[in-house]
Nanobody
């Protein structure tokens, strides 16, 4: 499956952005999809994910209550609504998908075999 991420941009502290991750596969509902981010000089880190079965969502602690991940299976798209953005959210955001990731590994980048290109999010104070 090919993934296309978009929606990044520049906002001020407290602003909002919605990222989209569109899949080329019409059976994309079979994939667990996650968002990761990588800030300059830092490791890629997990942000949020949504499971293929049941649509359960999960978040990194620093974004809980601010970010919401959702999926529209009819459009083969997963969204990441980001609210109350902070300068520390500045990073390149990547979406990733896997048809086989297991629950215990869902926050690990190594568990995802499909990746989209990054989209840059810049939050200024």
């Amino acid at each position: 499956v090919q993934l296309q991420a978009c929606g990044g941009g520049s906002v001020h502290t407290g602003g909002s952005l919605r990222l989209s991750c569109a899949a080329s596969d019409r059976t994309s509902s079979r994939y667990t999809v996650a968002w990761f981010r990588q800030a300059p000089g830092k490791e890629r880190e997990f942000v949020a994910g949504i499971m293929r079965s049941g649509g359960r969502s999960y978040y990194e602690d620093s974004v809980k209550g601010r970010f919401v991940i959702s999926r529209d299976n009819a459009k083969n798209t997963v969204y990441l609504q980001m609210n109350s953005l902070k300068p520390e959210d500045t990073a390149v955001y990547y979406c990733a998908a896997s048809a086989t990731v297991i629950l215990s590994e869902r926050r690990s980048a190594r568990a995802y075999e499909y990746w989209g290109q990054g989209t840059l999010v810049t939050v200024s104070s």
